[in-house]
């Protein structure tokens, strides 16, 4: 079966690191997505990890662990806009469908 | 460029109506994904289409279907409407094949069944 897990809810503040973890289990795996959904809008893209290691990308950088199911998102310099749900995707490899965990909603208080 | 545009935004119908929901993807992109979002949870993946071709498709009754036009563009149905289809309905588009085969989402249409 195909099963992604991540926290439900997590609160930081302004200014500090997070770090949101995802673990999955899929029947074929290609790579990981990040999106961001903020509320009532659609996911938009920040990342993709298709070999181990960490990707960095501004404020943003993602880990991949293929042998242990595992990735995650780090976040430093927290800013209020960056409130949001951070969903993380399994790529299937054979035919490039996403499965999605139910996303991770971050509270950035002052 | 325009993104991934979908219409209607919103939609309110009464249970066992039928809808019609319509998705144009970025100019160039092939590829057309159905998701369902139900409040709290991630996308559930229903359709995927390439090249007029159904690619994928999720478990979802047959009530739910799809299509996709020579212009790419593309229509999810869902007939015989039941209250817990209730949700914001995603269209993403992409470029298959690639490595990074990141798929744009548009801004959804949100459907309340009464």
């Known amino acids: 079966g195909q099963n992604i897990d991540q926290p439900t809810e997590m609160t930081a503040t302004e200014g500090a690191i997070v770090q949101i973890n995802c673990t999955y289990q899929t029947s074929g795996f290609n790579g990981l997505f990040w999106y961001q959904q903020h509320a009532g809008e659609a996911p938009t893209f920040l990342s993709y990890n298709v070999l181990d290691g960490l990707e960095e990308k501004g404020r943003f950088s993602s880990f991949l662990s293929r042998s242990k199911g595992y990735s995650y998102l780090l976040l430093k310099e927290l800013q209020m806009k960056d409130s949001a749900s951070y969903l993380c995707?399994?790529?299937?490899?054979?035919?490039?469908?996403?499965?999605w965990g139910a996303g991770t909603k971050l509270i950035i208080k002052p | 460029d325009a993104g991934v545009t979908q219409s209607p935004t919103h939609l309110i119908k009464t249970r066992g109506q039928h809808v019609t929901l319509r998705c144009s993807p970025i100019?160039?992109?092939?590829?057309v994904s159905w998701y369902q979002q139900v409040l709290g949870q991630g996308p559930q993946f229903i359709f995927q289409y390439y090249e007029k071709e159904e690619r994928g498709r999720g478990n979802f009754p047959d009530r739910f279907s799809a299509r996709q036009f020579p212009n790419y563009s593309s229509e999810l149905n869902v007939n015989a409407l039941l209250l817990g289809d209730s949700a914001l309905y995603l269209c993403?588009?992409?470029?298959?094949?690639?490595?990074?085969?990141?798929?744009?989402f548009g801004a959804g249409t949100r459907l309340s069944v009464l």
């Open positions: 100019s160039g992109h092939k590829s």
């Open positions: 995707a399994a790529e299937l490899d054979s035919n490039y469908q996403l499965i």
């Open positions: 993403a588009s992409s470029i298959p094949g690639q490595i990074k085969n990141i798929q744009y």
